[in-house]
């Protein structure tokens, strides 16, 4: 279970932070490639997290996402409302 919350936390963490770092340069370098930029990072980023962490967390990156599992059934209660936790912090932490 804290394993799952850790990678949760971690997950969420470098997705954001690689979302944000790659805003950044495109805005510090004056490239603008707009929204094809920004798919490809979040596409390539998203697949490379999910198969890093997905021994150790569901990755589901984002608090609606799990909301929905929880809904569905995949998720138990307090287990989602725990990653739903993790996942705003680590979104804060990589923002800051």
């Given at each position: 279970?804290?394993?799952?919350?850790?990678?949760?936390?971690?997950?969420?963490?470098?997705?954001?932070?690689?979302?944000?770092?790659?805003?950044?340069?495109?805005?510090?370098?004056?490239?603008?490639?707009?929204?094809?930029?920004?798919?490809?990072?979040?596409?390539?980023?998203?697949?490379?997290?999910?198969y890093a962490f997905?021994?150790?967390?569901?990755?589901?990156?984002?608090?609606?996402?799990?909301?929905?599992?929880?809904?569905?059934?995949?998720?138990?209660?307090?287990?989602?409302?725990?990653?739903?936790?993790?996942?705003?912090?680590?979104?804060?932490?990589a923002v800051g």
């Amino acid at each position: 279970e804290i394993r799952a919350q850790a990678g949760e936390f971690f997950v969420t963490l470098i997705f954001i932070f690689t979302i944000c770092a790659a805003g950044l340069n495109e805005g510090r370098l004056g490239a603008n490639m707009g929204s094809l930029s920004a798919g490809v990072s979040t596409g390539f980023a998203a697949v490379a997290l999910i198969y890093a962490f997905c021994q150790f967390a569901p990755s589901h990156f984002n608090p609606a996402v799990t909301l929905g599992a929880m809904i569905s059934g995949k998720t138990a209660r307090g287990s989602g409302l725990v990653l739903m936790f993790s996942q705003l912090v680590a979104g804060l932490a990589a923002v800051g």
